[in-house]
């Protein structure tokens, strides 16, 4: 009985190793591509020359669908490191947008809730911005768009309580964010008449996407045996694969406030650690 077994475990193993190498081909592919349209040179942010990149796209998203350009810029600061991610400096992701069933664009692959996640890679970082506005537009975040567009404090609730995060504490770190950086002078007004003809516009799209939704956002991938839930006690126990980015960005709390929480001085993890996420 033992010999089969053997085999068994041999033939996972090879598995596994083969798709490892297959996603990590596939992201040197991307990565070498994106070097050679940036001339191996790329734009290193900080909070505030990020906030001056991308206020216009935000801004412009902001008058066509509602969604207060502050939020859409907290969204990024918080998703991205201010654009100095992987993700977003190699695949212009901005929001850690997953690739979903009907997702015909490149691939790029790293770990988060799951080993090698796919996440799309855009052409560029405003075709990112812009499929953001698109991601939300769902029947589950339907609700949002009925508030004024320039109310960063209920959107960055009811973005919670629409199940965008599962932290508790994903309101305050974009309210926070947004106040910090005074990410409010970016968001606008709308007269009454305007704003009817933006809902109008809006819940027509929306209306639209409902019958493809359960198809157009159900995530290729599911989850790995072994992933274990955050638990009742707010803590986390760390997998193989696990980094201190993703799980940060997995429960929507940011690097430092992480390490602030488990008195930590380096980023460094090991498997079986159990650190508080909440």
């Given at each position: 009985?033992?010999?089969?077994?053997?085999?068994?475990?041999?033939?996972?193993?090879?598995?596994?190793?083969?798709?490892?190498?297959?996603?990590?081909?596939?992201?040197?592919?991307i990565?070498?591509?994106?070097?050679?349209?940036?001339?191996?040179?790329?734009?290193?942010?900080?909070?505030?020359?990020?906030?001056?990149?991308?206020?216009?796209?935000?801004?412009?998203?902001?008058?066509a669908?509602?969604?207060?350009?502050?939020?859409?810029?907290?969204?990024?600061?918080?998703?991205?490191?201010?654009?100095?991610?992987?993700?977003?400096?190699?695949?212009?992701?901005?929001?850690?947008?997953?690739?979903?069933?009907?997702?015909?664009?490149?691939?790029?692959?790293?770990?988060?809730d799951?080993?090698?996640?796919?996440?799309?890679?855009y052409?560029d970082?405003?075709?990112?911005?812009?499929?953001?506005?698109?991601?939300?537009?769902?029947?589950?975040?339907?609700?949002?768009?009925?508030?004024?567009?320039?109310?960063?404090?209920?959107?960055?609730?009811?973005?919670?309580?629409?199940?965008?995060?599962?932290?508790?504490?994903?309101?305050?770190?974009?309210?926070?964010?947004?106040?910090?950086?005074?990410?409010?002078?970016?968001?606008?007004?709308?007269?009454?008449?305007?704003?009817?003809?933006?809902?109008?516009?809006?819940?027509?799209?929306?209306?639209?996407?409902?019958?493809?939704?359960?198809?157009?956002?159900?995530?290729?991938?599911?989850?790995?045996?072994?992933?274990?839930?955050?638990?009742?006690?707010?803590?986390?126990?760390?997998?193989?694969?696990?980094?201190l980015?993703?799980?940060?960005?997995?429960?929507?709390?940011?690097?430092?406030?992480?390490?602030?929480?488990?008195?930590?001085?380096?980023?460094?993890?090991?498997?079986?650690?159990?650190?508080?996420?909440k």
């Amino acid at each position: 009985m033992k010999i089969p077994y053997i085999y068994f475990a041999l033939f996972v193993l090879l598995v596994s190793s083969c798709s490892t190498r297959k996603y990590v081909k596939n992201n040197k592919q991307i990565e070498k591509a994106s070097n050679k349209a940036n001339n191996n040179t790329y734009k290193s942010y900080n909070t505030l020359s990020y906030i001056d990149e991308f206020k216009a796209v935000a801004i412009e998203e902001m008058n066509a669908y509602g969604i207060p350009a502050s939020i859409t810029l907290a969204q990024g600061i918080l998703e991205s490191g201010s654009g100095n991610s992987d993700l977003a400096k190699y695949a212009n992701n901005h929001f850690g947008i997953k690739c979903t069933s009907d997702w015909k664009g490149k691939n790029y692959f790293r770990d988060d809730d799951q080993k090698n996640d796919c996440f799309r890679v855009y052409k560029d970082a405003r075709e990112s911005f812009k499929d953001h506005s698109e991601f939300l537009k769902r029947k589950r975040y339907s609700s949002l768009f009925q508030l004024d567009k320039n109310d960063y404090k209920s959107w960055a609730l009811g973005l919670k309580q629409a199940g965008y995060a599962t932290n508790p504490k994903y309101p305050d770190l974009l309210i926070n964010t947004i106040e910090k950086y005074q990410l409010y002078q970016y968001d606008q007004s709308e007269t009454e008449k305007q704003k009817i003809a933006r809902e109008d516009k809006v819940f027509s799209e929306i209306n639209q996407n409902i019958p493809q939704e359960k198809v157009k956002f159900t995530p290729v991938d599911t989850p790995p045996p072994g992933a274990k839930p955050i638990l009742a006690d707010g803590t986390y126990t760390v997998i193989k694969g696990d980094t201190l980015y993703n799980i940060a960005k997995r429960f929507n709390i940011s690097i430092d406030d992480l390490k602030i929480l488990n008195n930590m001085t380096t980023d460094a993890i090991k498997l079986g650690q159990v650190l508080k996420v909440k």
